[in-house]
C-alpha cells in the first residue's frame, strides 16, 4: 500500500527567508507526486505535480519540488517566503492512471507553515 | 467557473439525525471523491466513484454511503451521525487524462456531531 510522510507538523520561518517542506513516500512503481496548499477555511489548491522526467518541477506561487527516488522524497522549497505563504502544506502520492481506475490519492498528514513578519 | 461546490458548508447535527452533503460539479470529470480531514491525519478517501452510477469504497468507508446518480453530483449520506464523523468534508474530481490527473477540490463541509 502506498503511504506519504511528512515528518514536521509546524514550521515557523521568518519572511524572506528559505522554506523547505519534507516529504516521503512509500510506493512499489513510479509514483506520481503531488503537493497542495490549504489556507484557512479553504479547499486545497494544486501547487505542483510530478509525473516523470525533469526531477525538479515548478509550481505556482514560486515553488519548486525536487524528487529524489534513491531517497523517496519529494520535498518542497521556495527561495523566500511571504506572509501569504502561511497556510498547510500536503504532499500526495497517486498510482498510475488505468483505464477505469479512479486516481486514488494518499494524502499525508500535513505541514503547518507559520511565516514570522 | 464555479468547479466544485458542496454545500452545506456548515452543519451541527445530534447523534443519530441523518444527513446528506451534496458536492456538484460542472467540469465534466469522471471522477469523483469524498473525503474526510481531521487534525494530524491528514486527508482519508471515504467513498469515491469512477462514472455514472458507480461507486466504490476508499479507506474509511463505514457509517457512510454515497450516489452518484448524475455525472456532475456526487451525495455522501450519514444515516444515524456519530461523534466520531464531526470532521471537515471535501469533495473533489478529476478527469480521465493523465494530464490531468491533480484533483480540484471543493471549499469543504464542516461537521459536528454533538
Known amino acids: 500500500a502506498q503511504s506519504v510522510t511528512q515528518p514536521d507538523i509546524h514550521i515557523t520561518v521568518s519572511e524572506g527567508a528559505s522554506l523547505e517542506l519534507r516529504c516521503n513516500y512509500s510506493y512499489g512503481a513510479t509514483p506520481y507526486l503531488f503537493w497542495y496548499v490549504q489556507s484557512p477555511g479553504q479547499g486545497l489548491q494544486l501547487l505542483l505535480k510530478?509525473?516523470?522526467?525533469?526531477?525538479l518541477v515548478q509550481g505556482i506561487k514560486g515553488f519548486e519540488a525536487e524528487f529524489k527516488r534513491s531517497q523517496s522524497s519529494f520535498n518542497l522549497r521556495k527561495p523566500s517566503v511571504h506572509w501569504s505563504d502561511a497556510a498547510e502544506y500536503f504532499c500526495?502520492?497517486?498510482?498510475?492512471?488505468?483505464?477505469?481506475?479512479?486516481?486514488?490519492?494518499?494524502f499525508g498528514s500535513g505541514t503547518q507553515l507559520t511565516v514570522l513578519p | 467557473n464555479a468547479g466544485v461546490t458542496q454545500t452545506p458548508k456548515f452543519r451541527v447535527l445530534k447523534t443519530g439525525q441523518s444527513m446528506t452533503l451534496l458536492c456538484a460539479q460542472d467540469?465534466?470529470?469522471?471522477?469523483m471523491y469524498w473525503y474526510r480531514q481531521d487534525p494530524g491525519m491528514g486527508l482519508r478517501l471515504i467513498h469515491y466513484?469512477?462514472?455514472?452510477?458507480?461507486?466504490a469504497k476508499g479507506e474509511v468507508p463505514d457509517g457512510y454511503n454515497v450516489s452518484r446518480l448524475k455525472k456532475q453530483n456526487f451525495l455522501l449520506g450519514l444515516e444515524s451521525a456519530a461523534p466520531s464523523q464531526t470532521s471537515v468534508y471535501f469533495c473533489?474530481?478529476?478527469?480521465?487524462?493523465?494530464?490531468?490527473?491533480?484533483?480540484?477540490f471543493g471549499s469543504g463541509t464542516r461537521l459536528t456531531v454533538v
Open positions: 467540469m465534466n470529470h469522471e471522477y
Open positions: 510530478y509525473f516523470s522526467g525533469d526531477t
Open positions: 466513484s469512477v462514472g455514472e452510477g458507480t461507486t
Open positions: 473533489a474530481s478529476s478527469s480521465i487524462g493523465t494530464g490531468n490527473y491533480g484533483y480540484t
Open positions: 500526495a502520492v497517486g498510482q498510475l492512471p488505468s483505464s477505469g481506475s479512479a486516481r486514488q490519492l494518499t
